[in-house]
């Protein structure tokens, strides 16, 4: 005996873009429009001029070393000339995380609270965690074709579980007598969430954080495959034409834009909850 998925999933997938195709071209149009917009807003700037941009942002952020450190990222991905694949790749990454973080988040925080709803979550991350990268790649293309909207997407699904987890280990983590002081003096359950729980939580978010821009990276990478450009599509030319240097050179651009996405979001954050702390 045999099973082949296939032959359910390709009848649905039909179905989808036979009933769905408005919709689905709707979700087109908004990522594209998004990811043009801040695309444009990288490359506007010529190189020298957007790295003291971010230097500059970065110091008052999160401090000088980070600041230095996004210069340098930055710098070198200038000097091995893939600036443009490089913004690429971050504006892809840069709407997937805050996508996948904007659906992870509230979840994270619900499921935290409700036993029975991590419960009904858990076998469907650990599927989402289990199937290859690529796969996801699939029916996105199917959906989607090819571009950069089915690897947004590919993005979002392979990013989101591990924002999930971590944000729900974060907030079944913060002390119980935190949460009953707050309810002693009378606060209310926002005020609780953003001002008590939330920075007590910030340490496993930022790790939660750090898991979902790196795993985006990764499937950037992969979704070169497909036509979305950016350094992907570089160490994909790379393979095809069996070029070390260029892959090289790629591969190194890609850990200093992880790099740079890591430290300057961590920074970020981590300065903003000890304001709200000494607030």
């Known amino acids: 005996m045999t099973f082949n998925p296939g032959a359910f999933l390709a009848p649905v997938v039909d179905w989808l873009n036979a009933n769905f195709h408005g919709f689905f071209a709707l979700i087109t149009k908004a990522i594209e429009a998004v990811l043009g917009t801040i695309e444009g807003a990288l490359l506007v700037l010529p190189p020298y001029g957007l790295i003291a941009l971010v230097a500059v942002a970065a110091f008052f952020a999160a401090g000088l070393r980070v600041a230095i450190l996004s210069a340098c990222c930055l710098g070198f991905c200038w000097l091995m000339g893939l600036w443009t694949g490089s913004m690429q790749t971050i504006a892809l990454v840069v709407v ?6 904007a659906i992870a988040f509230p979840l994270g925080i619900l499921a935290a609270r409700r036993p029975r709803v991590e419960a009904a979550l858990r076998p469907i991350l650990d599927v989402m965690q289990t199937v290859p990268p690529w796969v996801y790649l699939i029916p ?8 950069k909207v089915p690897a947004i997407i590919a993005t979002i699904v392979y ?13 079944r983590g913060v002390p119980k007598d935190l949460k009953e002081l707050g309810e002693a003096i009378g606060a209310k359950p926002g005020t609780i969430l953003w001002k008590i729980e939330f920075p007590a939580a910030t340490p496993t978010l930022l790790v939660g954080l750090n898991q979902c821009i790196l795993l985006s990276l990764a499937m950037v990478v992969l979704a070169g495959l497909v036509g979305a450009g950016g ?8 393979l095809t034409r069996m070029e070390m240097g260029l892959g090289l050179r790629a591969g190194l651009a890609i850990v200093a834009v992880a790099l740079l996405m890591d430290r300057l979001s961590r920074g970020a954050l981590e300065r903003g909850s000890r304001k709200k702390q000494a607030g």
């Not at 924002?163 to 974060?170: F, Q, S």
């Open 96 to 101: 997937a995380v805050a996508i996948a973080v």
């Open 140 to 147: 996105a293309v199917m959906i989607f074709s090819l571009g």
């Open 159 to 171: 990013g989101v579980p591990p924002m999930l987890r971590l944000t729900t280990l974060a907030f």
């Open 231 to 238: 350094l992907g599509a570089e160490v994909t030319r790379g």
